[in-house]
């Protein structure tokens, strides 16, 4: 009778272990992308250059991130990701405290992060994207921030008075909330990010606030945002609003944004498109004016690139870009600057992307 009665107990004990390894089940992933390219550049008064580059069509990568269902609807997940620039090796640069500039080992700059979710949202700490960045990606610019025609050449800020901006794409430090899915559409996040300055007149450089709010569903997406940065030099805000509509084969785009440095300004606008040429190729087009206040001049950037894809993983793509200085300006450019006061610069780039 006792053999039977443990028997019994042992198997009600093994089942219930079963059913708590069950809840908490996870998985680990190393993920990755690699994207190199050659490139033409030529500016007035500069000449002309050769190149072999990285990121013309995507940024490069490499990362692993995992997750646990903890039960009951509660999940906790990781993901370190590291920026991989082909052409030569390197991770870039990063800024530990969202005021000054470190790089070039083997860091996980793009995003180091924790979070924890439910049916409540998703809550997440660590190195990540600033919400305003999000609108300036291919979600509502055909190009992102990549490449010659990447929407950083004039949505990204100008330096003024003492303050370079480090917070244009990522901030560390941070906490976010991020709304669950299921709301009919409306998605949204809250950061706020710290400097960790000591005592002094510059304890609150790299202190960062924002949020981003949008609806989509599968032809329509729309979203504004906002940052703020502090600095004892002048604060950095980034500002934007997007739009984007699919009309058959063809996403119609716009994209407006703002920078304020300290007591300047610089205010962007763009119209673009992304075409879906067949089952495996996509034609992409913007074109973008900037006015500025108080700092650089005013300029024009016109692009135009197409993405073979040979496979869901592997592409094909080339682009051509222009960007014009107004007035005596020689600011903004495709990655080779004129020293002609209104020249301009031109860029060519053919490549492959590849993930993992």
Same mark, same amino acid.
């Given at each position: 009778?006792?053999?039977?009665?443990?028997?019994?107990?042992?198997?009600?004990?093994?089942?219930?272990?079963?059913?708590?390894?069950?809840?908490?089940?996870?998985?680990?992933?190393?993920?990755?992308?690699?994207?190199?390219?050659?490139?033409?550049?030529? !500016?007035?008064?500069?000449?002309?250059?050769?190149?072999?580059?990285?990121?013309?069509? !995507?940024?490069?990568?490499?990362?692993?991130?995992?997750?646990?269902?903890?039960?009951?609807?509660?999940?906790?997940?990781?993901?370190?990701?590291?920026?991989?620039?082909?052409?030569?090796?390197?991770?870039?640069?990063?800024?530990?405290?969202?005021?000054?500039?470190?790089?070039?080992?083997?860091?996980? $700059?793009?995003?180091?992060?924790?979070?924890?979710?439910?049916?409540?949202?998703? /809550?997440?700490?660590?190195?990540?994207?600033?919400?305003?960045?999000?609108?300036?990606?291919?979600?509502?610019?055909?190009?992102?921030?990549?490449?010659?025609?990447?929407?950083?050449?004039?949505?990204?800020?100008?330096?003024?008075?003492?303050?370079?901006?480090? =917070?244009?794409?990522?901030?560390? @430090? *941070?906490?976010?909330?991020?709304?669950?899915?299921? #709301? +009919?559409?409306?998605?949204?996040?809250?950061? /706020?990010?710290?400097?960790?300055?000591?005592?002094?007149?510059?304890?609150?450089?790299?202190? /960062?606030?924002?949020?981003?709010?949008?609806?989509?569903?599968?032809?329509?997406?729309? *979203?504004?945002?906002? %940052?703020?940065?502090?600095?004892?030099?002048?604060?950095?805000?980034?500002?934007? !609003? +997007?739009?984007?509509?699919?009309?058959?084969?063809?996403?119609?785009?716009? #994209?407006?944004?703002?920078?304020?440095?300290? %007591? =300047?300004?610089?205010?962007?606008?763009?119209? $673009?498109?992304?075409?879906?040429? +067949?089952?495996?190729?996509?034609?992409?087009?913007?074109?973008?004016?900037?006015?500025?206040?108080?700092?650089?001049?005013?300029?024009?950037?016109?692009?135009?690139?197409?993405?073979?894809?040979?496979?869901?993983? =592997?592409? /094909?793509?080339? @682009?051509?870009?222009?960007?014009?200085?107004?007035?005596?300006?020689?600011?903004?450019?495709?990655?080779?600057?004129? %020293?002609?006061?209104?020249?301009?610069?031109?860029?060519?780039?053919?490549?492959?992307?590849?993930?993992?």
């Amino acid at each position: 009778m006792k053999t039977g009665r443990w028997r019994v107990e042992f198997v009600a004990l093994a089942a219930a272990a079963a059913g708590v390894q069950a809840q908490q089940t996870g998985s680990v992933q190393l993920f990755g992308l690699v994207d190199v390219g050659v490139q033409q550049l030529k !500016a007035d008064g500069a000449g002309k250059r050769h190149l072999v580059t990285s990121d013309g069509n !995507a940024s490069g990568r490499i990362g692993v991130r995992g997750n646990e269902d903890l039960g009951g609807g509660l999940k906790v997940g990781f993901w370190l990701e590291s920026a991989v620039l082909a052409d030569d090796g390197t991770s870039g640069t990063i800024s530990s405290n969202n005021k000054d500039s470190i790089g070039g080992g083997l860091t996980w $700059g793009r995003r180091a992060t924790v979070q924890l979710s439910g049916d409540w949202g998703e /809550l997440r700490l660590g190195r990540d994207y600033v919400p305003s960045f999000l609108n300036l990606t291919v979600s509502l610019h055909p190009f992102g921030p990549n490449g010659v025609g990447s929407s950083g050449l004039l949505f990204y800020p100008v330096p003024a008075n003492g303050t370079t901006p480090r =917070t244009n794409a990522r901030a560390s @430090n *941070s906490i976010s909330y991020f709304l669950p899915p299921g #709301l +009919g559409g409306v998605y949204a996040q809250v950061m /706020l990010a710290l400097g960790e300055q000591g005592d002094g007149p510059t304890h609150s450089d790299g202190q /960062l606030q924002g949020i981003r709010i949008g609806w989509r569903n599968e032809a329509f997406n729309a *979203s504004v945002a906002t %940052t703020r940065t502090r600095y004892a030099t002048g604060n950095y805000k980034q500002s934007n !609003a +997007g739009v984007a509509w699919q009309f058959g084969p063809v996403r119609l785009m716009g #994209l407006w944004g703002e920078n304020k440095v300290g %007591t =300047t300004k610089t205010t962007a606008r763009m119209a $673009g498109a992304r075409w879906q040429v +067949g089952p495996q190729g996509e034609v992409r087009f913007a074109y973008t004016t900037l006015s500025a206040k108080g700092v650089a001049s005013d300029a024009s950037h016109i692009a135009l690139g197409y993405v073979h894809d040979l496979s869901k993983r =592997t592409a /094909l793509y080339g @682009n051509a870009a222009r960007v014009n200085n107004k007035g005596t300006g020689v600011r903004f450019n495709v990655g080779m600057a004129t %020293t002609v006061p209104g020249g301009n610069c031109r860029g060519a780039e053919l490549g492959v992307r590849h993930s993992f």
